[in-house]
């Protein structure tokens, strides 16, 4: 069953289906469309950049190149 609490407080997400703005959810709060996959993906995403931001800092190149393709792989 789909939970109507927020997996990332903080991430804002848009519906596909409907088009409405709202805070990171499994299913939409306007249409009940399903955004489990959606969410993942924003939370993986979110997660990435955090890694990618370290990596930069600490000046690892191969972490910087990995996550770099992963993030182009993950958006298409």
Same mark, same amino acid.
């Given at each position: 069953?789909?939970?109507?609490m927020? $997996?990332?407080a903080?991430?804002?997400?848009? $519906?596909?289906? $409907? +088009?409405?703005?709202q805070?990171?959810?499994?299913? $939409? +709060?306007?249409?009940s469309?399903?955004l489990?996959?959606l969410? +993942?993906?924003?939370?993986s995403?979110?997660?990435?950049? +955090?890694?990618?931001a370290?990596a930069?800092?600490a000046?690892?190149?191969?972490a910087?190149?990995?996550?770099?393709?992963?993030?182009r792989w993950?958006h298409?």
């Open positions: 069953m789909h939970t109507e927020p $997996c990332d903080g991430a804002i997400i848009k $519906c596909p289906v $409907c +088009r409405a703005t805070a990171a959810r499994q299913v $939409c +709060r306007r249409c469309a399903d489990a996959l969410v +993942r993906v924003n939370n995403s979110l997660a990435a950049r +955090r890694r990618l370290e930069v800092a000046g690892d190149d191969v910087q190149a990995r996550l770099r393709r992963y993030l993950l298409g």
